[in-house]
C-alpha cells in the first residue's frame, strides 16, 4: 500500500476559521494522472501546495514514494522536493532570468554539470515544450501560453517522478489549452510520470486524465472517470460535469 | 419611586455607554501592541531562519557577489555625492562660526571629526536604507506575489539561503566600504571648500585634522556601519519576505522597508554612540 508516488489521509488544513480541508484522502499510483477539479476556493491548489510541503497541513499525513514528508527537516524536504516538478498557475517565472536561465536555474544548483551542459540541457528541455526559439528573451516578452510551456520546461529539470499542474490551462485560449492538454499527454506518454492536475477545464482533464476527483467542501466528493461522474447520481456532482463539460 | 426608576435607568445607561467608550479606549492601543509584538516575534522566527540557512552550507558565493556590486557599487556614486556634499556644508557652515570664536585653525579638524565620527556613517546608512531598503523590499515583495518565492522552494532551492542571506551578508559587507567612501569625499570636498576661501594644501589641512585623530576615533564609528547593514538587509528582506497581495503589497513592502530600516538606523546610531562612549571613550 505504502509505494503509491503520492498517498495523501486524512488530510486538514484552516486559515483561521475557515477550513479549507477537511479530512483529505487521496492516492496516486505510479503512472497515473489524477485530475483534482472543483469550485473555486475549494481547496484544490492548497491540496497541491501541501503535497510538496510549501504549506503545512494541520493534521494528516502525505507520502510520497511511502516517505511520509509533513515531519521532515528542511534539508531531507529539499531531497522529496527534487523529485517533484510544479507547475504554477501564473507559471512563476524568474523575471530577472532569460527563458532559458529559468530553466537552467535548478540545473545549476541541484547538478554538477559545466555550463555549457547546463545550457544544452535547458535548451532540449524547452524544445520538448516546443519553446525552442525564444531562449533569450525574458518572461514578460512572452506569451501567457509560452510562460506555461516554459515553466513546465523548468519543472521537467531535475527529471522528476511526480509532476504536480496548478491550473495549467487557466486564462489561455482553447487553442493554446488544447496544446498544453496535449503536451501533458504527450509527457504522460514518454515519461510515465505521475500526476495531479488541479484544473477547472472538465474536457481537457478527461483528455490527459487516468481519473478524476472532485473536491467539494475540503473533502473528495466523487471519484473516477469522466462518464461515471457525469452520470452521477448525486445532483452537484452531476451538474458540475455537465455543467463544465457544455463549457 | 418614577423619579429613582428614571435615575437607576439613567446611571446604568450611562454606566454602559462609559464602559464600551473605555472599551474602545482600549481596544485600539491593544491591538497596536498586539501588532508590534507580532512584528518582532515573526522578525525573531525569520532572523532565526536565516541564521540556520547562512551557516549551513552550501554558500551561494555567486549571488554574494552579484549583490554585493548591487548594493556596493551601485550605490557608490549616490553615497560620494551625499558625502562631498556634507563635507562641503560643513566646511561653509563651520568656517563662519569659527571665525568668529577665532578658531580658524582648528576648522580641518571639526571637518575630519564630524566627518569620519558621525555624519559619514549615519548618512550611509540613511541613504542605503532608501535606496537598497526600497529595492530589496519591493523585489522580494515582487517575487513573493508572484509565487517566485514558492518556486524557488519548490525547485529544492531555500529561499532564505539564495534570496535572503546574500542579499543581508552584502549589506554588512559593503556598508563599511561605502561609509570609507562617504568618509574620503566629505573630507576631500571640505578641503576643497576650505581652499576656495582660503588656499591651503591638502596636506596640511590632512596633517592638522588628523593630528589628534587616534584609531578608536575612526574604527568603531565606521565598523558601527556594520549594525546599520545588519538591521537595513534584515528589515527590507523581512518585510519582502512577508508581502500579501498584489501591487499594493509590494508597494507598502518597499515603502516600510525604507521607514523601519531609517527608524532602527537611527535609533541604533544613538545606542552604539554611547557604546562607543563608554568602551573606547
Known amino acids: 500500500m505504502s509505494d503509491a508516488a503520492i498517498a495523501i489521509r486524512d488530510l486538514h488544513k484552516a486559515f483561521g476559521e475557515q477550513k479549507v480541508l477537511n479530512g483529505v484522502n487521496l492516492r496516486v499510483e505510479r503512472g497515473e494522472t489524477v485530475a483534482v477539479l472543483g469550485r473555486s476556493g475549494g481547496g484544490k491548489s492548497v491540496l497541491l501546495k501541501l503535497v510538496i510541503r510549501l504549506q503545512r497541513p494541520d493534521s494528516g499525513s502525505v507520502c510520497i514514494a511511502g516517505q511520509e514528508i509533513t515531519k521532515l527537516n528542511e534539508r531531507q524536504i529539499n531531497e522529496v522536493r527534487k523529485k517533484i516538478g510544479f507547475l504554477f498557475q501564473q507559471a512563476a517565472l524568474y523575471d530577472s532570468l532569460t527563458v532559458e536561465d529559468n530553466v537552467a536555474f535548478p540545473l545549476k544548483r541541484h547538478t554538477k554539470a559545466s555550463g555549457e551542459q547546463q545550457k544544452k540541457r535547458a535548451r532540449e528541455l524547452l524544445a520538448e515544450v516546443g519553446m525552442d ?52 499527454n504527450d509527457l504522460k506518454q514518454k515519461r510515465h510520470m505521475s500526476a495531479i492536475v488541479v484544473t ?48 | 419611586m418614577v423619579y429613582l426608576a428614571i435615575c437607576v435607568l439613567a446611571t446604568v445607561i450611562s454606566g454602559t455607554l462609559a464602559s464600551s467608550r473605555a472599551q474602545l479606549h482600549f481596544t485600539i492601543p491593544k491591538r497596536l501592541f498586539t501588532s508590534v509584538f507580532e512584528w518582532f516575534g515573526e522578525l525573531g522566527m525569520f532572523c532565526s531562519r536565516l541564521f540556520r540557512a547562512a551557516l549551513v552550507p552550501p554558500y551561494e558565493f555567486g549571488e554574494l557577489l552579484r549583490q554585493c556590486d548591487e548594493i556596493g557599487s551601485k550605490s557608490l556614486p549616490l ?30 579638524a571639526v571637518i575630519v571629526f564630524s566627518v569620519i565620527k558621525e555624519s559619514g556613517p549615519i548618512i550611509t546608512g540613511l541613504i542605503i536604507s532608501g535606496r537598497v531598503g526600497a529595492g530589496i523590499g519591493a523585489q522580494l515583495g515582487s517575487m513573493k506575489v508572484t509565487e517566485q518565492v514558492d518556486a524557488m522552494e519548490a525547485s529544492a532551492i531555500d529561499p532564505y539561503k539564495f534570496l535572503v542571506a546574500t542579499r543581508v551578508l552584502a549589506c554588512i559587507l559593503m556598508l563599511p566600504l561605502l561609509t570609507l567612501a562617504a568618509d574620503f569625499c566629505g573630507i576631500f570636498m571640505g578641503w576643497i571648500t576650505n581652499t576656495l576661501a582660503e588656499p591651503v594644501s591638502l596636506r596640511l589641512f590632512l596633517e592638522n585634522g588628523f593630528k589628534n585623530a587616534l584609531f578608536s576615533d575612526f574604527i568603531p564609528p565606521t565598523l558601527k556601519t556594520t549594525v546599520f547593514g545588519f538591521i537595513i538587509g534584515i528589515i527590507s528582506c523581512f518585510q519582502g519576505m512577508r508581502t500579501r497581495g498584489g501591487t499594493e503589497g509590494v508597494g507598502y513592502a518597499a515603502t516600510s522597508s525604507v521607514v523601519l530600516s531609517s527608524r532602527f538606523v537611527v535609533l541604533a546610531d544613538v545606542v552604539l554612540v554611547r557604546l562607543i562612549l563608554t568602551v573606547w571613550g
Open chain 1, 133 to 184: 526559439r525564444d531562449v533569450e528573451k525574458l518572461p514578460s516578452e512572452i506569451s501567457g501560453g509560452m510562460q506555461k510551456r516554459v515553466g513546465l520546461a523548468r519543472a521537467l529539470a531535475l527529471d522528476p517522478e511526480i509532476l504536480l499542474f496548478d491550473e495549467p490551462t487557466a486564462g489561455l485560449d482553447p487553442i493554446t489549452a488544447a496544446e498544453i492538454g496535449r503536451l501533458i
Open chain 1, 200 to 247: 477547472h477545464d472538465v474536457h481537457g482533464a478527461k483528455a490527459y486524465s487516468d481519473r478524476m476527483v472532485l473536491l467539494h467542501k475540503g473533502n473528495i466528493k466523487a471519484e473516477g472517470s469522466f462518464e461515471e461522474l457525469q452520470s452521477s447520481k448525486d445532483e452537484f456532482v452531476a451538474d458540475f460535469f455537465g455543467y463544465g463539460s457544455r463549457w
Open chain 2, 79 to 108: 553615497i560620494a555625492l551625499a558625502g562631498a556634499a556634507t563635507g562641503v556644508v560643513l566646511s561653509l557652515e563651520t568656517r563662519d562660526s569659527l571665525v568668529r570664536f577665532g578658531a580658524k585653525a582648528f576648522l580641518p
